[in-house]
C-alpha cells in the first residue's frame, strides 16, 4: 500500500507585484497555512518517505515551512517536472518513484493537481492554496498507480484567515 499526499503549494503574493509567476514568495497568510499543515502532520504522527516539490519559489517555500513545523526529517526532491504539470505530467513523476518509498508528499499548483486528485480517485475535489489531500493506493511499486483506484481518506482545506 502506497500512500501519496498532494499539497497545493499555501497561498502566495500577488501577480501584480511585477514578479514572473515562478518567483512569487509565499505571503504572511500562506506561511501560516503551510506551518498549519505541518502542524497537523506532527499531530497525526505522519511520517514522509520522500518529498517531490514544484522548484516554484513558493512551493519551494512551503516545502520548507511544513517539514520544519512537522518536526520531519524527510528526503526532499526539487523537479522543475511539477511546475505548471498536467495530472499526466504529475502521474509521470510518480510512477518514479522508489518503490522502498511508502509515504510521499507531492508539492504542487492547479490545476494540475486537483486533476491528478480526479484522475486517480474518481472524486473532484477544490484544492485551495494550503489544502492537503491523502490518497491511498492499492499497489505495491508506484509505476502501478492508475485512474481510479486510489482512494481519497481526507482532505485538509486550510483555515487560516489573512
Not at 13 to 19: E, I, M
Not at 37 to 44: H, I, M, P, T
Not at 83 to 112: C, F, M, T, W
Not at 119 to 140: D, F, N, P, Q, Y
Amino acid at each position: 500500500m502506497k500512500n501519496l499526499f498532494l499539497l497545493r503549494h499555501a497561498r502566495a503574493v500577488s501577480s501584480s507585484d511585477g514578479l514572473r509567476d515562478f518567483d512569487r514568495c509565499l505571503s504572511d497568510q500562506g506561511r501560516k497555512q503551510a506551518e498549519c499543515v505541518g502542524k497537523y502532520l506532527k499531530e497525526q504522527n505522519i511520517g514522509l518517505d520522500l518529498v517531490l516539490s514544484s522548484t516554484a519559489l513558493r512551493a519551494r517555500q512551503t516545502t520548507e515551512l511544513v517539514l520544519t513545523a512537522a518536526e520531519r526529517l524527510s528526503e526532499v526532491r526539487y523537479d522543475q517536472r511539477i511546475y505548471e504539470a498536467s495530472a499526466r505530467q504529475l502521474l509521470e513523476v510518480v510512477s518514479e518513484i522508489e518503490a522502498d518509498k511508502n509515504e510521499v508528499l507531492l508539492v504542487g499548483h492547479n490545476p494540475g493537481l486537483e486533476e491528478l486528485l480526479q484522475r486517480l480517485t474518481g472524486r473532484l475535489e477544490s484544492m485551495g492554496t494550503g489544502t492537503l489531500a491523502k490518497i491511498a493506493l492499492g499497489v505495491t511499486e508506484w509505476h502501478e498507480a492508475a485512474a481510479e483506484q486510489g482512494d481519497l481518506n481526507w482532505l485538509l482545506k486550510s483555515q487560516v484567515s489573512g
